[in-house]
């Protein structure tokens, strides 16, 4: 019994092979099998539900999208907590979304999600930070899904050349646009040694980056160019998710 008087529940199951799972309340144990049945419900990402409706799913998907927003304007804390939860929920976009404040930082947790061709960041941003993570793990490419053309048929050659490239280390962001002509005037420069006016020119473009699509609120394939993530030290990476963008009003941090 807790300090509150409610019995904790202890829940066996075969299948968990773990220790039983403890709730400190029948109330706790009742919401985790609620957040359960939603998740199961509403399919992998890969192939999601979209006839499961009601209306925990529809405060839940609203839930992403104010998150989203909150990311976008520099809140990421705020989004991180909303996001975790409609991840629980199994939402689409909140796991991924998630996926990306914890990868530069902004919250603690380990998702590292592998990027499916359906996200819109996958080819520039998502694919090829999955491809960096697998390069520096020393791991070989054996079962790497996205490479796996019996898995994904279409994109596949484009997964296994990222690889080969990002073995090589040939590989660069190059994200296009604007965003893309500060990105290459920054390499330059940190090229040269001069990280920190990389940085000062990333940082001033950053307000004017714009999200590729619902699952996408951060530039995080900086993280997988070799030359620019020296960059984005552990204080510039907050600082860049605290940054408002993508069209997003909001007050800038100090520089950092």
């Given amino acids: 019994m807790g300090p509150d008087g409610e019995w904790a529940v202890r829940e066996w199951a075969g299948w968990h092979a773990?220790?039983?799972?403890?709730?400190?309340?029948?109330?706790?144990?009742?919401?985790?099998?609620?957040?359960?049945?939603?998740?199961?419900?509403?399919?992998?990402?890969?192939?999601?539900?979209?006839?499961?409706?009601?209306?925990?799913?529809?405060?839940?998907?609203?839930?992403?999208?104010?998150?989203?927003?909150?990311?976008?304007?520099?809140d990421y804390e705020e989004a991180a907590c909303l996001l975790t939860e409609a991840g629980e929920y199994g939402r689409p976009h909140a796991v991924e979304l998630l996926d990306q404040i914890v990868r530069l930082g902004g919250v603690p947790g380990f998702h590292r999600l592998q990027p499916l061709p359906g996200e819109s960041a996958f080819r520039s941003d998502l694919l090829p930070l999955a491809a960096a993570e697998l390069a520096d793990s020393g791991r070989g490419a054996d079962g790497w899904r996205p490479a796996n053309p019996e898995v994904f048929p279409g994109t596949a050659p484009a997964a296994a050349d990222i690889l080969r490239r990002m073995n090589e280390g040939t590989w660069r962001y190059a994200p296009g646009g604007a965003w893309g002509e500060v990105v290459d005037e920054a390499r330059e420069k940190a090229c040269r040694g001069e990280t920190d006016t990389a940085w000062r020119i990333l940082r001033a473009a950053i307000?004017?980056?714009?999200?590729?699509?619902?699952?996408?609120?951060?530039?995080?394939?900086?993280?997988?160019?070799?030359?620019?993530?020296?960059?984005?030290?552990?204080?510039?990476?907050?600082?860049?998710?605290?940054?408002?963008?993508?069209?997003?009003?909001?007050?800038?941090?100090?520089?950092?």
């Fill in 207 to 256: 307000p004017r980056w714009q999200s590729l699509g619902p699952d996408h609120i951060a530039p995080v394939g900086l993280l997988a160019d070799p030359v620019l993530a020296v960059v984005l030290t552990p204080e510039r990476r907050l600082e860049l998710l605290a940054t408002p963008r993508g069209g997003e009003p909001g007050r800038a941090p100090a520089p950092n």
């Fill in 18 to 74: 773990a220790e039983p799972r403890r709730y400190p309340s029948f109330a706790a144990y009742m919401i985790a099998m609620h957040r359960q049945f939603h998740q199961m419900e509403a399919g992998d990402r890969g192939q999601r539900n979209t006839d499961f409706v009601n209306e925990t799913t529809r405060e839940q998907d609203a839930a992403v999208g104010r998150a989203r927003t909150l990311a976008l304007r520099g």
